[in-house]
């Protein structure tokens, strides 16, 4: 067996727009606003990626962007108003972390303002970015926020 060949699930292959782009527990931080946050961006993300899925009108596809560009930002600035009162360290390098997703997010914007088609490769490159940020970022952060908390 190819070393690919392990991580194709042919189950991904067929699953729907929306099911990809699903909130998992183990990106659960245990701080309410934040998770509450976190689900609110994979929600808005799902709608996303039906309406791409569907055919949406462009019109609608923009919209779904702006909502997204415009939660993404609303996190970023919640969780970095939290690092910085809580005077955690890793708050700079985090805080570059969000600009990169942000910005991920703005270039989608500038293509389709360019006429460019948003395909679901768009969202899902979204989606791991979110992923990865929350299991490597979010958690650690949301861990030393929580030691805080228990003093
Ligand atoms: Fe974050
Ligand atoms: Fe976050």
Known sequence: ????????????????ARS????RRQFETGLEPIDQQHRELFETLGQLAGAIETGAPRDQLD?????????????????ETLMKEAGFSGRIVHAN????????????????AKG????LE?????????????????LAMAGYL??????
Not at 116 to 119: A, M, R, S, V, Y
Not at 124 to 137: K, P, Q, T
Not at 146 to 151: D, G, H, I, Y
């Open 122 to 138: 768009a969202v899902e490159l979204v989606r791991e970015g979110l992923d990865h940020h929350i299991c490597e970022s979010d």
């Open 97 to 112: 972390q969000h600009q990169d997703l942000v910005l991920g997010v703005r270039d989608l914007q500038y293509r389709r």
């Open 20 to 23: 990809f782009v699903r909130w």
């Open 63 to 79: 919209e779904g962007l702006a909502s997204l560009a415009q939660h993404l930002i609303k996190h970023c600035q919640t969780e």
């Open 146 to 151: 929580k030691t805080l908390r228990a003093v």
């Open 116 to 119: 460019q088609k948003l395909g």
């Open 1 to 16: 067996m190819l070393w690919y060949s392990w991580c194709v699930n042919p189950a991904a292959v067929t699953r729907s």
